[in-house]
């Protein structure tokens, strides 16, 4: 279709201003181009601004075999919101209206591309909370948030978006709107389509709205920073802390080559013997979480070189800042990095965090580690120098031995990041032909001409 033909359908359903150019940056690309370069360019992007909106989109792409790339806030790893293919990009930022609000029964009812930090503050202002907190918070969007099914520090306590899901809203092909799920916090009628589509990364539909649930918000939190001289050290204390059946909101680790380049900004002092972080936060009344934290600074005290409690909540945010800040200081201390996503069972954590610094001297690449330790999620980084094509390479082998490795322990290719571009070809490797071939067999039902986000969660 030409592209003066194809601008001027679209703007028939959305209007002229939301439709724009298939080159306009950034609906290109992800978070995956500052470091990777990874970019698309699209037929055209069309902006909705409403579900049957999207829903007269999807059924134009699919009557004229129009590939279909779903867009939240761009925030991904994993080139999921890459137009690789062409197509027509759909950004979903102007869905963001709160369709219905109960503080009463600690739920709401939410357009796709109101954000995550907008979520959150919702939730906050009638006293409640929802936990998910998976990184951009002002950019990311909740519909990406839950097509991916994003994770976070507390997801140890709290768990993974989908989670927090209890129905949603999406056009489906041919172009038609459903609506599975809903407010009640109950539903074991038919198959669980809702959570066939949390995490579909836009293979199966585009997610329109989302019921949500609340918790009401705990009244304090209390963290502790624990240093230790090696990840053994380390890695035992986080087992120790798990096996004792206290249960933190959220339990980060950071490994020596993480904490070397991110020394500077940590609020307090280092001794120079400090080479494995274990960060913990816990929550509740505040009895209960200054109780959580006495118990945790005894666990975690036995074998460390230092131990960090903050005195204040200024004191809890400036640590929680510097731990939000260490993916940046690890890649400015080359300029690029390939960061790989994997989990395994928490108790091969130590496995896993020794895995990536071997397979980085394996391949001559300064390689080094940070997660959430109490899932056994890991981001392995291995760094490398931007437009280097020949250490980029390494890299990606870097990345797919960890990968296999994360499976050969019992783990996933994929924590929390989802599989999108930059994965594809692994899925096979981890679910095994049988269950591929029922993977493949949904998608080829729910979207019979492969439109939705073609290439992606493969």
Request: include cysteine; charge should be negative.
């Amino acid at each position: 279709m030409r592209v003066a033909s194809l601008t001027r359908d679209l703007a028939a359903i959305v209007g002229e201003h939301n439709v724009l150019d298939g080159d306009t940056a950034p609906y290109g690309q992800d978070a995956t181009h500052d470091i990777l370069g990874l970019r698309g360019v699209a037929d055209a992007i069309v902006r909705p601004g409403d579900a049957e909106e999207v829903r007269r989109v999807l059924a134009f792409c699919y009557e004229h075999d129009l590939p279909i790339v779903p867009r939240g806030g761009g925030t991904g790893y994993a080139g999921g919101a890459v137009p690789v293919e062409g197509g027509v990009v759909v950004a979903l930022e102007r869905l963001t209206r709160v369709r219905s609000l109960s503080a009463q029964w600690w739920r709401a009812e939410v357009e796709a591309g109101l954000t995550t930090a907008n979520v959150s503050r919702l939730a906050r202002e009638s006293g409640l909370l929802f936990a998910p907190n998976p990184g951009a918070a002002e950019q990311s969007q909740i519909g990406g948030n839950v097509a991916t099914n994003a994770g976070g520090p507390r997801a140890f306590k709290y768990g993974v978006t989908g989670r927090w899901v209890t129905g949603l809203e999406a056009a489906v092909a041919p172009g038609e709107l459903i609506r599975v799920g809903g407010a009640a916090r109950k539903d074991v009628a038919g198959y669980d389509l809702r959570g066939l589509l949390v995490g579909s990364e836009g293979t199966l539909g585009i997610i329109t709205a989302v019921w949500l649930r609340f918790v009401p918000a705990p009244e304090s939190s209390r963290s502790v920073a624990a240093f230790y001289a090696d990840a053994a050290s380390g890695c035992a204390a986080i087992g120790q802390v798990v096996g004792t059946g206290l249960e933190p909101a959220a339990l980060e680790y950071a490994d020596e080559g993480v904490l070397d380049a991110s020394r500077g900004g940590f609020p307090s002092s280092l001794p120079p013997g400090a080479r494995f972080l274990v960060l913990l936060e816990v929550d509740g009344s505040e009895a209960e979480a200054s109780r959580a934290r006495s118990e945790a600074l005894e666990l975690l005290a036995d074998d460390a070189v230092h131990v960090f409690c903050p005195e204040d909540s200024r004191g809890e945010r400036d640590l929680w800042r510097w731990r939000g800040a260490m993916g940046p200081a690890v890649t400015a201390v080359t300029g690029g990095r390939v960061s790989e996503d994997v989990a395994v069972p928490p108790d091969h954590l130590g496995d896993i965090v020794a895995g990536v610094a071997s397979i980085g001297a394996r391949h001559g690449l300064p390689a080094c580690s940070l997660g959430h330790a109490g899932d056994g999620n890991v981001h392995g980084c291995f760094l490398l120098v931007p437009g280097d094509a020949e250490q980029l390479e390494r890299a990606h082998r870097c990345a797919d031995e960890l990968c296999e490795l994360a499976l050969a322990l019992g783990g996933t290719g994929s924590g929390e990041h989802g599989i999108g571009w930059l994965k594809r070809g692994r899925l096979e490797r981890q679910l095994g032909p049988t269950a591929a071939r029922m993977h493949a067999a949904v998608k080829a039902a729910l979207d019979p001409k492969d439109l939705l986000n073609p290439g992606k969660k493969t």
